[in-house]
C-alpha cells in the first residue's frame, strides 16, 4: 500500500495454521455477504460461510477456500478461524466432485432431518471448494503469494 500500512493475517483450522502473512486487502465469505477489510478498518468480529477468501498483497493474491467460522479484525490483524480451510492450488477437484456425488447419493435415502442436514453441509462444502477450485483454474497468471505456514 501506498501509506506502507498492511493488515497480518492469519488462518487457522483445527489442524493448525493454513496461511500467515501480510495484505493489503482481505476478502471474506461474510455471513451477510462479502466483507472487504483494508488496513485501519474498524474493529469486527464476524460469522463467515462456505466460499473464497482473497488475501491481496503488493499484486499478488492467495486465494482459500474456508468452510464457515468466524474472522477477527483489530489493529490492521485479521484472525480467521476456519471450520475447515484449503489453498485454491492446493484442491483436489476430482475429490470434491466425488465427495459432492456420494452426498448427493446419500441425501436421495437420508432418513433424518440431522442426517440430511449433516449431507447438505458436505455437499455445500464440496461445491464451495469446487467453485474455488474454478476461481484459480480462470484466474489470469499473476505472481501468487509466497508459501507460508
Do not use: C, W
Not at 11 to 27: F, K, Q, R, S, W
Not at 80 to 103: F, K
Request: proline share 3%; net charge negative; no cysteine.
Amino acid at each position: 500500500m501506498a501509506n506502507g500500512l498492511t493488515l497480518q493475517v492469519q488462518v487457522v483450522t483445527t489442524t493448525g495454521l493454513i496461511y500467515e502473512g501480510e495484505a493489503d486487502e482481505v476478502v471474506a465469505p461474510g455471513s451477510e455477504g462479502q466483507l472487504g477489510i483494508l488496513p485501519r478498518h474498524a474493529p469486527l468480529m464476524t460469522m463467515l460461510k462456505v466460499g473464497a477468501l482473497h488475501i491481496k498483497h503488493n499484486g499478488g493474491e492467495e486465494t482459500l477456500f474456508v468452510g464457515g467460522g468466524f474472522m477477527e479484525v483489530s489493529n490492521n490483524q485479521v484472525i480467521v478461524l476456519a471450520d475447515d480451510a484449503e489453498r485454491a492450488a492446493d484442491i483436489d477437484e476430482a475429490r470434491a466432485e466425488e465427495a459432492r456425488r456420494r452426498a448427493e447419493e446419500a441425501l436421495a435415502t437420508a432418513a433424518s432431518d440431522v442426517d440430511r442436514a449433516a449431507l447438505e453441509g458436505q455437499i455445500e462444502r464440496a461445491l464451495g471448494r469446487l467453485r474455488v477450485a474454478e476461481i484459480q483454474r480462470h484466474r489470469r497468471p499473476r505472481r501468487e503469494l509466497p508459501s507460508q505456514g
